[in-house]
């Protein structure tokens, strides 16, 4: 064995603290019983209209739904009630989130892992890939396109789970995100916000990364279903631990991080089992911590190089199915962000959009330094899974406007203290909605002058005059103030908020 090999090694037993599982344990089990969860789907079938209906009224009062409530509306297939689902799902988008659309960009730190997943591009057993670290010279490079060029302001920064990637390149890392200025057109570009989707950390190292100053901790479970989990992450690995994953969210909560994201990869087991994970999930979190997950992500299995499970799985999710699950997500946990990203194709993602999706990505590259440096899209060797929409922010934004919605930018929630349990509460009220929709205008505006095309800015110019018009017209209480900062951005004045 290499020196390399035993130093890996030597890592990966220090990984996994069993305390830190043992402590959230209730008489030795974790949260997620396969026999319950079966047992609930089981009668749940064929659901009664009055049922349904009571469901419905109650998820549009912004309240969570039981697993048995979210099971019978898994089993709805009556086309009139699918579409009374649709419209409560909108009117609790709108309640909740207003009429926005909120966009970031994936940034791919590194595709290096000790884990195995069948899956996965990345897993350490696949020779084909082209391993590689961005150092930090090449993460600015990265954010200088992304930021100046391209016009994000939030990422979500991805890591994967080896040696070079620990806790203290991610620290520096996300320190080299936010050092970035870059010029525009009448402004100044930089990232305001990074959520980061990375392995599932001790409390000490979440402690370490939430003193940086990040926005949402991101961990997908991938698959509730353990015995699946177990057949697709090899035990003798740090992914191969369940309950290590299961409770990274705990352990972030205990270490500050008060805003969490959660999801499935589809595909990997039954979707009706996944989505009930999910939902036991949000309700642990909520009992322990009176708090649920600021976001539900939900990414289908996509073929990737050098996985031994993509589309040969016996649980593929049709895309009915899928657009069921997001559904009936929003309905269940009304109060949640939902993220579809670039893995779906732009058909899909339009669709998703009209069920209550709230955030997505665009101009996405999923390569290792594939924003700053020119090759060719969909290079399997440098990528973890093969992407279904390339489109530009430019073209999704345009997209969204002929659709009725503002694009938002907005991160000023994060500066102005409303995360976790003061963000679920103004959800829920639906006071947030009305921040968001301020400040949504008023990062369109900015994005508008500095980077869009004069097609898009065709379109979007008459959905964001609508939106001022809303503001005066239902908020006059503090439209002057709203106004001036509007004013004050057109000057060219940036990162100005309510």
């Not at 990966?12 to 396969?34: A, M, P, T």
């Not at 270490?255 to 969490?260: C, L, M, P």
């Not at 087991?269 to 989505?275: N, R």
């Amino acid at each position: 064995m290499s020196n390399i090999e035993n130093n890996n090694n030597n890592w990966i037993d220090q990984r996994i603290k069993r305390d830190e599982i043992n402590k959230y344990l209730v008489d030795g089990k974790n949260f997620i019983s396969e026999k319950e969860i079966l047992k609930t789907l089981e009668k749940a079938k064929n659901p009664d209209l009055e049922y349904i209906e009571k469901i419905l009224v109650k998820a549009e009062s912004i309240q969570n739904l039981t697993p048995e409530e979210t099971a019978a509306l898994l089993y709805v297939e009556n086309p009139d009630l699918i579409d009374r689902m649709k419209k409560a799902a909108m009117r609790i988008k709108k309640k909740v989130y207003n009429n926005r659309i909120v966009t970031f960009a994936p940034l791919y730190m590194g595709n290096y892992c000790v884990n195995n997943c069948q899956y996965c591009g990345f897993k350490t057993d696949n020779v084909e890939a082209q391993r590689r670290v961005l150092s930090m010279d090449e993460i600015k490079k990265e954010v200088e396109v992304l930021a100046g060029k391209i016009g994000h302001k939030r990422l979500i920064a991805v890591y994967g789970e080896h040696p070079k990637n620990d806790v203290d390149y991610i620290i520096d890392s996300l320190k080299a995100i936010y050092e970035v200025n870059v010029q525009t057109r009448k402004g100044i570009g930089s990232i305001r916000r990074v959520n980061v989707n990375a392995p599932a950390f001790c409390i000490d190292d979440l402690r370490s990364i939430k003193e940086v100053g990040i926005g949402t901790y991101q961990v997908f479970q991938e698959t509730y279903h353990q015995p699946t989990y177990t057949k697709v992450h090899p035990p003798k690995t740090i992914k191969g631990d369940y309950d290590w994953r299961l409770y990274c969210m705990h352990r972030a909560f205990e270490a500050g991080i008060d805003d969490v994201g959660i999801g499935a990869l589809f595909g990997l087991y039954d979707w009706k089992f996944e989505v009930l994970g999910l939902v036991y999930h949000a309700r642990e979190l909520e009992k322990r911590f009176g708090i649920g997950p600021h976001t539900v992500s939900f990414p289908r299995l996509e073929p990737a190089l050098g996985a031994t499970i993509n589309k040969d799985s016996s649980y593929l999710v049709s895309d009915k199915d899928f657009m069921k699950l997001i559904l009936v997500v929003r309905l269940s946990i009304p109060f949640t962000g939902m993220i579809i990203t670039a893995r779906e194709s732009a058909k899909i993602r339009k669709e998703a959009i009209s069920l209550g999706v709230t955030q997505t990505d665009a101009s996405t590259k999923i390569g290792i330094g594939g924003y700053s440096e020119f090759y060719s899209d969909q290079e399997e060797k440098k990528q973890q899974f093969i992407l279904g929409d390339t489109r530009n922010l430019d073209e999704v934004i345009r997209e969204f406007a002929k659709m009725g919605y503002i694009t938002s930018f907005c991160t000023a929630g994060y500066r102005c203290g409303r995360t976790g349990k003061c963000i679920m509460d103004l959800l829920r009220s639906g006071q947030e909605g009305k921040f968001c929709k301020i400040n949504a205008i008023l990062t369109f505006k900015e994005w508008l002058d500095d980077f869009s095309s004069e097609e898009t800015r065709k379109v979007a110019e008459p959905v964001l005059k609508k939106e001022i018009k809303e503001v005066k017209e239902f908020m006059p209480e503090i439209f002057d103030k709203f106004y001036s900062l509007y004013q004050r951005v057109e000057q060219g004045e940036r990162d100005l908020y309510l």
